[in-house]
Antibody, heavy 121, light 107 residues
Framework: QVRLVESGPGLVRPSETLSLTCIMSGGSISPYYWTWIRQPPGKGLEWIGSIYFSGTTDYNPSLKSRVVISVDTSKNQFSLTLNSVTAADTALYYC???????????????WGQGTLVTVSS | EIVLTQSPGSLPLSPGERATLSCRASQTITRNYLAWYQQRPGQAPRLLIFDASSRATGVSDRFSGSGSGRDFTLTISRPEPGDSAVYYCQQYGTSPYTFGQGTKLEI
């Protein structure tokens, strides 16, 4: 059974860069799409972007100028980098997999448990 | 981007009283690529329904999805206290993939 675990700093200073990693176990990184979603405290869900195991990416235009998602197939992990963060980027960050292999337009399942990132000085 | 509007915002029900949750899209969703997720307090979202009406593995048959085009419904028959959660719809037919704002179900 695929398991996803997010890791990274829980506190990031304003204007700095947020970096998170999602480690996958119990399955194969290929040939799937992998994704990042975030949820500000007490609010709804926002899709950040997705990456195919080959490295092809698809970003939400609202964040595209600040986001990079990368994949390391040798380590069964993928990463999120978000630069120039502000308090508005404070959120619970989830990683997830697209449900079906090689399916860009697909539901998200399974999900990691999420990691809270606070942007504050 | 496609905007999803969920109604009602909150839904208080008694155990056994059927729950009907609505999700309306600002434009037609390609191939009815719509999912429903359940998020209990302090937990990650859990997939319930995909492709508008297909139940995910391990999901109780008390949960059912229906609809097409712009209008979709999640029905929970015989709700139990454990079904208390926020329910989100999501469209994945067009990038950027978007979520509704959620319906809070209280049993």
């Amino acid at each position: 059974q695929v398991r996803l675990v997010e890791s990274g700093p829980g506190l990031v200073r304003p204007s700095e860069t947020l970096s998170l990693t999602c480690i996958m176990s119990g399955g194969s990184i290929s040939p799937y799409y992998w994704t990042w979603i975030r949820q500000p405290p007490g609010k709804g869900l926002e899709w950040i972007g997705s990456i195919y195991f080959s490295g092809t990416t698809d970003y939400n235009p609202s964040l595209k100028s600040r986001v990079v998602i990368s994949v390391d197939t040798s380590k069964n992990q993928f990463s999120l980098t978000l630069n120039s963060v502000t308090a508005a980027d404070t959120a619970l960050y989830y990683c997830a997999r697209h449900g079906e292999p090689a399916a860009r337009y697909n539901w998200f399942d399974p999900w990691g448990q999420g990691t809270l990132v606070t942007v504050s000085s | 981007e496609i905007v999803l509007t969920q109604s009602p915002g909150s839904l208080p029900l008694s155990p056994g009283e059927r729950a009907t949750l609505s999700c309306r899209a600002s434009q037609t969703i390609t191939r009815n690529y719509l999912a429903w997720y359940q998020q209990r307090p302090g937990q990650a979202p859990r997939l319930l329904i995909f492709d508008a009406s297909s139940r995910a593995t391990g999901v109780s048959d008390r949960f059912s999805g229906s609809g097409s085009g712009r209008d979709f419904t999640l029905t929970i028959s015989r709700p139990e206290p454990g079904d208390s959660a926020v329910y989100y719809c999501q469209q994945y037919g067009t990038s950027p993939y978007t979520f509704g704002q959620g319906t809070k179900l209280e049993i």
